[in-house]
């Protein structure tokens, strides 16, 4: 019968806390769970954490988990106030599906795209900490989204055009972590857009966004993704490289802050190309894709 190894890091964590007067528990190797003195319950992703504190060996593990519990118990404490008082730190940050874990079902989370989630987070000073659903009050999910969108579209941007390989794309970017809020904001950036537009999120801190138009689909489609790969690839806390097909619809229809406060999204449709240079073909990676190529092509015959 095979041993269990025992989890050295996670234990050295969970007594770091204990000697600070709290009791954590693990639900499972990336996550820890912490009570709090008000009854509730924190949680938050040491995946990152794991891989620092396994680096400095077991006589750097001790001060690596006191560190920890130290800085996570003050954050921790000081997001126990409700909504209303901490609204003006509300913002908006993309994950993937699976990047929160088991966390996720205590959060403030909603679908953004097949593939993205969109999170209430509340940004401090010196951290970002996912708003849990516990510190809603008696607000609606829907209107703290609302704030949270509007303070994020508030931080400062830049919206760059280049030509990349004959195709223009549309670099949204900033110094902060919540661009992809510009998902909400793309007649911003994109003016009449009749086939919508290309759009990839590969980093928190840029939008890629190429307007379907006269340019070969193809070829944009081809160029986008791979650009969107290459900074998916050389980023840190990449989010993803998949390329979306924005269709302007009933969403941007609406005034902008009765739809960034209605609960709805837009619509962002996975599509992707695999072009063979040698074969002169193509092949499409999604049925939307197939759904976007007939509608352009019908026009470009």
Known sequence: ?????????????????????????????????????????????????????????PEGLPGAAADYADQATTAFERSTGQVQDISANLRVRLYTDDALGAMRDALVTRP?????????????????????????????????????????????????TDTVQGVQVTHVGGTHLFVGVHAHALLRHTGRAPYGALVSFPLPEYVLVHVIGEVHLFAAM????????????????????????????????LPEEAALGGGHVPDLRP???????????????????????????????
């Open 1 to 57: 019968m095979t041993e269990t190894a025992p989890d050295v890091i996670g234990e050295a964590l969970l007594r770091a806390f204990a000697d600070r007067g709290y009791d954590a528990r693990l639900p499972d190797p990336a996550t820890v769970s912490v009570r709090l003195p008000d009854g509730s319950t924190a949680s938050a992703d040491i995946s990152a954490w794991r891989a620092h504190a396994g680096r400095g060996g």
């Open 112 to 160: 953004l795209a097949p593939g993205l989630i969109e999170t209430v987070v509340v940004d401090y000073p010196d951290s970002i900490m996912p708003l849990e659903r516990s510190r809603l009050g008696g607000l609606t999910e829907d209107a703290v989204f609302g704030t949270a969108l509007a303070h994020s579209l508030e931080e400062p941007h830049y919206a760059d």
């Open 222 to 253: 081809e160029t986008v993704q791979d650009l969107s790969r290459r900074l998916f690839e050389s980023g840190e806390k990449g989010i993803s490289p998949q390329l979306y097909w924005w269709r302007p619809g009933a969403y941007e229809e």
């Open 271 to 301: 599509v992707g190309i695999q072009v063979d240079h040698e074969d002169t073909s193509v092949s499409f990676q999604t049925t939307d894709t197939d759904v976007l190529a007939d509608l352009w092509l019908r026009d470009h015959a």
